[in-house]
């Protein structure tokens, strides 16, 4: 079977450089992409990328592990990562993991078996020992892992802080903050890190309470949520996910409260339930398109040998909505 | 390279029987399981995913082709197919499309290139007559072509019988059909069908608006929707998507309108999106997960060359919530 090589040979180019051609990426001068045609005319060279994920040097499948895709969240970071390696001539490769160590462990086996590029993977349980010798690069989203390639996170800090720091500019005096999956990432911690600061800084009082959440999508201990509105003079809310403010909002509604005038309610990820809710849903913008195209170009970067950052953090900010404004 | 032939060979079995054990599909007694095991041991066979899609016969990749990812209704779908293609031994590319005839025909190809083993194709733009050579299955979901290998829907017609019959049975008088991408598939003229003919059995007169909709999220007309409520005494909304009945309810919670004291809304799909509404969206329910299942199977047997029904419609039924009850 020709190789990539042949072309290289025959159009006496670097490697690199017939791939920058065939994957439409960089500057390639006219005359340089016109040698590389030639090359795989002549050789008829036809870059199959399914053929191409079978050469461990130049696969163009991308792996995607995600808990679930059905969550407004990852199915938008999905979106995004799928747009960006489309682009570059990649592919994606779906797997749902339900956040599950034994299936997350299941599909890196598969994909390191297929020999794919590399492999975005979001939050789950697996220890990073289990896959520390993969010999594939692993990009891990929101979710901090020593034996990743590159973990690419969102300030979580600093919009713990602005969520925070929002609901005391709008006059808030006692605030909650809710703390999803409670677990071994760093994720939610630093939300809550950078809440605390602001709260501290401002000399706002305020309570937190730890949900569990086995499922995703359902937070189950919401009573004690209700507990501490009913005894405290709650007037401010921030959830650690859209979802849970989603849930939340729904529990102040029940009770009576009014949002905003009464409660007024902050979410995180700024996804398309803070966008649909009504009230809209004030929430802290994770740039989950910069966090996808950067994922897919370190994947790219690797596979050419180029250095990428350990640790990647990338700024957020503040999608102001009603459900914190009067409207 | 050792194939799944020469491992039927050696174990004395068809190689129908074989891919049954590989796929853990069917029924297989313990004796000729062991059998295809052992001979897979001798001959050290190992099933690569991807190697397999290589060869025509036996691919394991599914093309998924959506408009796009992040949207309530796709992702769900798409979470249910990778579920289902998991259990099977299959794997899916997932592609955006943009609902563009030029990027499906794209990926079409991307897919034939490729060999992959079926195409499961959502909404779009393309003309049938495209594809109609291609020499791979393609299942088409929601969108009824002639050129598909086969056609799986849910009952369209039905759920808009159900959806106004529900209106009607709480005591709604006057109903509003607002019908979203209006195109060349039958889809949403089905919803409006049933729904006509349930006011007209009823007696129970009716507006129908036509939204225009280039984009998947944003429908554009919806002053059009505004006059109408404002000047005919409307008291039930039934809209062909979740989505499009998400941004009523802000219209009418604008406007000063409670749901459902004065006006009941219904959606369809049965989305995430009705279950975070606040009140819950009652929604036409489609048995989104029943489709992908079936989309798979049916790949999976006409791999197998077993015959599958060339249109297929699930029945539909009703998931009553807030909006249209009082709470």
Do not use: W
Request: glycine share 8%; charged share 25%; net charge negative.
């Amino acid at each position: 079977m020709t190789t990539i090589k042949d072309v290289a040979k025959e159009a006496g180019l670097a490697v690199g450089t017939v791939s920058r051609v065939l994957n439409n990426r960089g500057y390639i001068s006219d005359q340089t992409r016109e040698k590389v045609y030639k090359a795989m005319e002549k050789l008829n060279y036809q870059p199959n990328e399914v053929a191409r994920a079978l050469s461990r040097q130049k696969s163009t499948l991308i792996g995607v592990i995600v808990p679930l895709v059905n969550h407004p969240y990852f199915s938008n970071s999905i979106d995004n990562i799928e747009r960006t390696a489309i682009e570059y001539g990649y592919n994606i490769i779906l797997l749902n993991s339900d956040g599950l160590a034994e299936k997350e462990y299941d599909y890196l086996e598969f994909c390191r078996r297929n020999h794919v590029a590399g492999i975005i993977i979001y939050y789950g349980s697996l220890d990073g020992s289990k896959f520390s010798d993969i010999g594939i690069p692993i990009i891990s989203i929101e979710r901090h892992m020593q034996e990743c390639t590159a973990n690419i996170e969102c300030d979580n800090i600093g919009g713990g802080r602005l969520g925070a720091q929002h609901l005391i500019d709008q006059g808030c005096s006692h605030l909650l903050f809710i703390n999803g999956f409670v677990d071994q990432d760093d994720t939610s911690g630093h939300r809550r890190q950078g809440f605390e600061e602001a709260c501290q800084a401002a000399g706002v009082s305020y309570d937190i309470v730890e949900l569990v959440q086995s499922d995703y999508r359902v937070p189950e201990n919401l009573s004690e949520i209700e507990k501490i509105i009913d005894s405290e003079d709650i007037d401010g809310v921030f959830s650690s996910s859209d979802m849970i403010a989603a849930r939340v909002y729904r529990l102040l509604k029940e009770k009576g409260y009014r949002v905003p005038e009464e409660v007024k309610l902050v979410g995180f990820d700024d996804s398309n339930v803070a966008e649909f809710m009504v009230p809209g849903l004030t929430s802290v913008h994770q740039p989950v398109d910069k966090m996808a195209q950067l994922a897919v170009n370190y994947i790219i970067d690797i596979q050419n040998d180029r250095v990428v950052p350990k640790r990647s953090i990338l700024p957020v900010s503040l999608t102001v909505r009603e459900s914190t404004e009067n409207y």
